[in-house]
């Protein structure tokens, strides 16, 4: 009996030794690129609209609110990306038009176009269940998403490399 306890705990730290190391082997594969869903937005009062699928080259959807505390922390990364001259676009969700302006107005516009998503529409789309969330888009696919807020670790992992990826297609 004892014995058989004793291969039964060593077939389970096997299981698990092999689990985890699975999971680092397949952690660097990037996923397929996914058609980006048809979009339900409406155009945020006093800022410019965009339509999806007529953005060129690779861009960014990041969806935000103002009400979002982690939103705050990644704005800076948001506007120095902007500094970069990369395209990014506002997806606004769960928010009033004057608390996402006013967001922007006091903080900066890192966004060429915000739409909003005031149905919970676009989020349902998208697969996000919190804010903020970023995607990397080209060509009505989404190339790579970041769950949370940018940080430099999220840019050199995931955002940068998808760009990367993208321009060299």
Known sequence: ?????RIAAWLAVIGLV??????????DQVPP???LPRLEMS???????????????????NVWGSWCAPCHAEHPV???LRSEGIAIYGLNWRDSPEDAN???DDLGNPF???MQDRDNLSVMALGISGAPETLVVMDGRVLARWPGPLTADALRQTIYPAIDRALSD
């Open 102 to 104: 006013r967001f922007l």
């Open 112 to 114: 060429v176009a915000v």
């Open 43 to 61: 155009e945020l009062d006093g800022r410019p609209a965009f339509a999806p699928e007529s953005i060129e080259g690779p861009w960014l959807l």
């Open 78 to 80: 948001l506007m120095a």
């Open 18 to 27: 092999g689990l985890i190391g699975w999971r680092f082997l397949i952690a």
């Open 1 to 5: 009996m004892i014995r058989a306890v």
């Open 33 to 35: 690129p996914a058609p």
